[in-house]
């Protein structure tokens, strides 16, 4: 996984060979965490106007080392020169967007001259949409990294400063302008030429350490930012470091501070006479001074799509590849196919050994939890129960200190999930937190967790969320379960459906014109049925529920095997009733259930696998809806499509508003 390591050493002379080392040595204390490959940027002279080295190689740290010093040895770049104050970055790259390859290693530059450096941990969520904007002001990419877009970014708000007259903007200045336009979860260190001797850091949902060598007695372990003001006061020489992880400081100093999300820790020379050294805290935002105007990006955001619900129902291919990036190993010629959540590594152990574990969420994020519910018992055999957060709220239900407790909520805001956590926590239990939301409550109040990934989703009906969620779930399944031999070649064939899924959700995209003809036929209809069981018992709730959120027709998911016991009575020829009946061990109740509901002519629309058309609708008519076939678990994925689109089609059919219905708020705060 991704390593960041800085060092700036000040007042305090040091030559090009030990900042080197010490840098590789950073690097390689964040070997442990796996990576692909590693590069890192020192300055070439003392002087502002030269552009700094940068050096990025595949492969591992030594293959970087080695490269360095040939290329040092041909450039006659000397090793033995002195710097009394200097900024040098260092990475190890895991790799997620691109291949391990030298143009995609970090530090990521803004041009040829490296006139803004970034090494970054995470995920970039909205990159395409700023790559866009970038290209049209003229920018050239060379990797196919997220990263690239952020050095970039820095130069195009440095540029448009400068044109428009504004030579005074500080280097934390640009830099929160940056922030401002980023999406998703990262940790940041920025090096630039118009800023020598400075070093940037700031983060959002990622780990980022500050540790301080040769300070004054008041400033201790986890002092507050306003103490360590204090260095400013203070001439002596000293040295800092920032990391990821703690293993690449502990050697050089105690003295470590945490870094909050949005905050930016800038190191910077003050201009003074005395030339002191200083730590600038920056929590502010300063306001947008550049023309990337909120309605270019708006534009750029819907894309083609005439509304927000309906592009992210059809970007659900790249959305699911974003939430699988990193996460999923191919397995090699002796390794087996594995999942790496870095949120749950360390916690693993403590799940497996819990004695329950509880799904707690409410609407969409309830109806992801029950679709991955059977895979999670199947893969870890510990039971998994079900919580509505606002149920589990009004029952004081039991929650117990041997209890792992999984919080799933998309904005990470939810009031009833957030208060089920307070509940949880109250009671001693690990609490892990699944969100789309980097840095919202959620994320920041559960032990440990699992970001989405899927991109910021702005239809109030959740599409792309409930999709990763369900992708993310597997996973933790998998990472949970183990690697018991016995359960090898399940695990393998769901990894390989994993890495499939994106496509074959592409396929299944392609019924939306036969949605929005059905949507017509359907247009007028007071109410729709919608049953389900097994895998799908998530995708009948969650597909009533999209139906009756946005097009405001009464809807209802209901368990096939209760059908009998209540339901049936409302099946005549005119209620139309949706079956999911796609293969799993399921198959054959759900044939039977249609043949039950053909007796009482019932007017059916069956979802069934692809080439099973004719088989399911043995004893009537009906009508059928054909999905391409995927690992069991994987199959509310698919499913869940074509009741989206189905959704879409008839809100708009109906004129209703599609992106914001009636009543509803996307992010639910009160109780
Ligand atoms: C990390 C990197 C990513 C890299 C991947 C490779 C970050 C943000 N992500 O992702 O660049 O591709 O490794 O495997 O650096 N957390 C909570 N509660 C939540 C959600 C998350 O506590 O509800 C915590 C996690 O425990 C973790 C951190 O937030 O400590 C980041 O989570 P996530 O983005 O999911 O991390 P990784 O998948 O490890
Ligand atoms: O942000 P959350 O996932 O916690 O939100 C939970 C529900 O409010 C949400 O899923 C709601 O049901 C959606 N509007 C459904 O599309």
Redesign the pocket.
Known sequence: ??GIFAYLNFNVSRERSYILRLLFNGLRRLEYRGYDSAGISIDYAHEASTAPLVFRQEGNIETLVKSVYQEVGATNLNLEESFSTHAGIAHTR?A?HGEPAPRNSHPQTSDPENQFLVVH???ITNYEVLKETLVRHGFTFESETDTEVIPKLAKFIFDNANEEGDKSMTFSQVVLEVMRHLEG???LIFKSQHYPNELIACKR???LLLGVKELTEQTSNGASFNDVKYLSSNGQPKEFFFSSDASALVEHTKKVLVIEDNEVVHLKVLLTVTKLYSIIMLVTIVPLTIKLTSNIVEQINKGEYEHYMQKEIHEQPESLTTSM???LLRGGSCKAKSV?????KDHLKTIRRSRRIVFIGCGTSYNAALASRPILEELSGIPVTMEIASDLLDRQGPIYREDTTIFVSQS?ETADTLLALEYALENGALCV???NTVGSA??RN??????LNAGCEIGVASTKAYTSQIVVMVMLALAIGGDTLSSQARREAIIDGLFELPSKVKEVLKLDEEMKELAKLLIAEQSLLVFGRGYNYSTALEGALKVKEVSLMHSEGMLAGEMKHGPLALVDETLPVVVIATHDTCFSKQQSVIQQLHARKGRLIVMCTKGDAASVCVGGSCRVIEVPQVEDCLQPVINIVPLQLLAYHLTVLRGYNVDQPRNLAKSVTTQ
């Open positions: 996984m991704c895991w997620t941990n995470g995920v979860a990262y940790a949902g990622s780990p990036r990193g996460r790496l959540l870095g949120g749950l990470g937190g699944i969100t959620i994320a559960t032990h440990c967790g699992v970001h």
